[in-house]
Nanobody, 126 residues
Framework: QVQLVESGGGLVQAGGSLRLSCSAS????????TGWFRQAPGAEREFVAAITWSGDRTYYTDSVKGRFTISRDDAKNTVYLQMNSLKPEDTAVYYC???????????????????WGQGTQVTVSS
């Protein structure tokens, strides 16, 4: 079973940047598609970005396109989410998740992911 740990969250002013990291406990992580989701208070957990196990395709929700970039470093068992031009509406707890069976998955639904981290808080002040 893969354990995921997020880090890199914090408080930043609007327009600023943060880089989130999702580190895995097992190298099998390199064969899993990985996604980032976020959940604001009182809201549903929503898709943010995903990357295939091979890294050849990435997906983003419309509201972060052009501002966020997902990438992976399999040598470090880590997936990153670079967040630029942050807005107050990006404030949420951010979770990474891993999908061992990428085949047939859209990678945009939280129900497709098997492993989840504990989340890291991102707060963007105006």
């Amino acid at each position: 079973q893969v354990q995921l740990v997020e880090s890199g969250g914090g408080l930043v002013q609007a327009g600023g940047s943060l880089r989130l990291s999702c580190s895995a406990s097992d190298h099998s992580f390199s064969t899993y598609a990985t996604g980032w989701f976020r959940q604001a208070p009182g809201a549903e957990r929503e898709f943010v970005a995903a990357i295939t196990w091979s890294g050849d395709r990435t997906y983003y929700t419309d509201s972060v396109k052009g501002r966020f970039t997902i990438s992976r470093d399999d040598a470090k068992n880590t997936v990153y989410l670079q967040m630029n031009s942050l807005k107050p509406e990006d404030t949420a707890v951010y979770y990474c998740a891993a999908d061992p069976s990428e085949w047939g998955s859209t990678l945009t639904s939280k129900y497709e992911y098997e492993y989840w981290g504990q989340g890291t808080q991102v707060t963007v002040s105006s």
